[in-house]
């Protein structure tokens, strides 16, 4: 296995611009979806040289689909990433809070929030939906995710694809709606939200603008 040159955990990258984290996220997929991930910063000497500290450059909230690991399929290693998962990348208290808290306690400088293909949560929603209203749903991810199918639908969209891109944009604005920290850190450029899919078939992750 090829390793990246690890003379120093600090020494990394410049990705001080959160499009130059993107790019170097996007960069790294693009090598895990042609068969070429580099598995970077993941022997004893990154894990050694990590025990001080952390400093990851981004924070993924994905989808805790076991098909989508985020550092795997962006080809990062240890301490690049601070990651959250949830069925549907569905939010409560504790993903906001932990999503602040690595804006003012690491400092990322980007936040990605990735569905993906095939998404079992939004599945889900949708034979939610056939048993009544979502909002009166027992399943946090069928109020959730369904809200969101239904949002989609109102679009005059129809494919479980669309719902699966409209749930994320749905995500962001949620997002930036709950928390004045994250509101304010994207209206000062502190850091860029970006929505991404990722895609099952070819191990790509699609860039989503709203
Ligand atoms: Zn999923």
Redesign the pocket.
Known sequence: MEQRDNASAIDRPDTDLATGTWSRMLAGNRRFSQGEAEHPWQDEESREQLIDGQHPFATVLS???SR?PPEIVFDQGLGDLFTIRT???ILDEAVVASLEFSVQALHVNLIVVM??EH????ESAIQGLKLGKAEDSDSIVVRQVGASVLAAQDSDLDTTDDYERVHVARTIEQLVDRSSILRDAVASEQIMIVGARYLLTTGKVEVLSF
């Open positions: 989808c805790s689909d989508v069925a549907g990348e569905g993906h998404c079992g949560a939004v």
